[in-house]
């Protein structure tokens, strides 16, 4: 029987430590993702014999992709309530349907196990009781809802020789090497650190269960092992416990090794409120989260005070999400404006084409956030577009206080060029 599994979302959150779990337990991976965080999340394993990596979109993927896979662990996904909102078109294309597409494929392909990693959002507001997985799902959100209609599709694949597994995970958080500042525990952390302050918005009674990135990534193995007819078809709550965010700023400012200001403002009550029951992965897996969220704040403390972790727009979801699409505007942009460029004379610039090029990179540079990375991007891919290659040393291309003097830079680049 072939050991080999295929990941989607390889590179993400959760991915990047589950990748390294399967590889150290023996498992061969096969890496499905786009990369848009980049493949050096992987580490170490990058050059392990056992890991193979495909750059794929999961909406391109195809049976052929996942012949002599043992099984299928679908990471794959825009991943949390406000990057599903910035297209919901595109939520649906590939939270859904992308999903259901690929378990699909995965059965046509021979695939003995299909692991769907979905999440306890689900629930929307859930009431006060505790939920089960057999209670009703309220979904209040674009990304809440293709979970749950994706889920629904996938376990109802289910059959003799593919055993379809769902998951409902909590919110997830702790130190992965593709570090999110955008999880509640993981923010609230990364504020103390920087301001030594956590602000809770929203009335902070809202309810949020809660799981450890490796206790997550641990739960799908279990998935792996666990004998197929107790959990063909099943989903599973996967978390450690449930917290009032008042609760929690309470639990992450007395973990933190230094002293912390909990703040509470005003603002709309998140209507995503539920807690859920973990009684029957702990009884039909095996499985029982461990990790608690004080360990997972003095890791992330520890790191962040050892410069051991990025925590730039890549590392906030919607942010970089929205960088991409930037970067993909300017690129449709840079296309036109070369195109017109060959087409024109070289002695008599059109000053029209000029002044768009212009404007669009200075607006491009006045919305990046303050951070090097970023603005280095945008330097080297605009320069790409245009046939120049600027400087893009850290010395020139800074931090927020330099943005001015980017924007200059561009506009005396483009006026040359164009």
Known sequence: MSKMIAVTGAAGYIGSILVGRLLDAGYRVKALDRFYFGSNTLGRYLSHPELELKTIDIRDVTPRDLEGCRAVIDLAALSNDPSAELDPALTWEINEKGRIDLARSARSAGVERYVFSGSCSVYGAGGRAELSEDCALRPLTAYARAAATAEEAIRGLNRPGFTAVAFRNATVFGLSPRMRFDLVVNVMTLSAFES??????????????????????????????ANER????????????????????????????????????????????????????REVLGFSASVGVPEGVIEIHRALSENQVERGLITKTVAWYSHIIQ?????????????????????????????????????????????????RTIAALIGMIIGVEPD????????????????????ATLAGVI
């Not at 078809?233 to 978390?239: A, D, L």
């Open 392 to 411: 893009c040393s850290e010395e020139y291309y800074g931090l927020a206080e330099r943005i001015p003097r980017l924007a200059g830079a561009f506009e």
């Open 196 to 225: 030594g302050r956590i602000v809770v918005t929203g009335g902070g009674e809202q309810r949020r269960p809660l799981v450890h990135v490796q206790d997550a990534a641990r739960a799908f193995i279990c998935a792996l092992e």
């Open 327 to 375: 970067m993909q505007r300017l690129w449709n942009f840079g296309l036109v404006a070369r195109s017109h460029a060959g087409s024109t004379a070289e002695r008599d610039p059109s000053q029209a084409a000029r002044q768009v090029a212009i404007s669009a990179a200075s607006a491009a540079v006045s919305r990046a956030r303050p951070v090097g990375r970023a603005t």
């Open 230 to 281: 107790d959990v063909g078809g099943q989903v599973f709550n996967i978390g450690l416990a449930n917290f009032r965010m008042s609760e929690l700023s309470e639990v992450v400012s007395k973990a933190f090794p230094a002293p912390v200001q909990v703040q509470f403002t005003p603002g709309g009550a998140d209507k995503r409120d539920y807690s859920v029951k973990f009684d029957r992965a």
